[in-house]
Nanobody, 126 residues
């Protein structure tokens, strides 16, 4: 059974950095596409970043490109999201997600991911 557990959220000021971590159990991170999504109050869950299985090729939402970096450490079974130059609009609950079989066209689609963490709150004060 695959389980994902996020950590690292918190309250920061605009311009600060934060690194989110996601520990993966029951699956090797390289064997699945790993992604981060976020959901702000009253809004739909939105794609943030993904790392494609086996190749590790990365994809980003336009709103975070150049500021956020997704990475993974298979030896530690971890997936990370480094967030720099945080803005108030980045405030949301951030979710780690994974799936071993989705196709490339689905990488930004939350409905395509089978495995989800419980979420970690990130609050950016302006």
């Amino acid at each position: 059974q695959v389980q994902l557990v996020e950590s690292g959220g918190g309250l920061v000021q605009s311009g600060d950095s934060l690194r989110l971590s996601c520990v993966v159990s029951g699956q090797t991170p390289n064997s699945m596409t790993a992604a981060w999504f976020r959901q702000a109050p009253g809004k739909d869950r939105e794609f943030v970043a993904a790392s494609w299985r086996s190749t590790g090729y990365t994809y980003y939402a336009d709103s975070v490109k150049g500021r956020f970096t997704i990475s993974r450490d298979s030896a530690k079974k971890m997936v990370y999201l480094q967030m720099n130059s945080l803005k108030s609009e980045d405030t949301a609950v951030y979710y780690c997600a994974g799936d071993a079989t989705l196709i490339l066209s689905q990488v930004r689609n939350s409905g395509a991911y089978d495995y989800w963490g419980q979420g970690t709150q990130v609050t950016v004060s302006s």
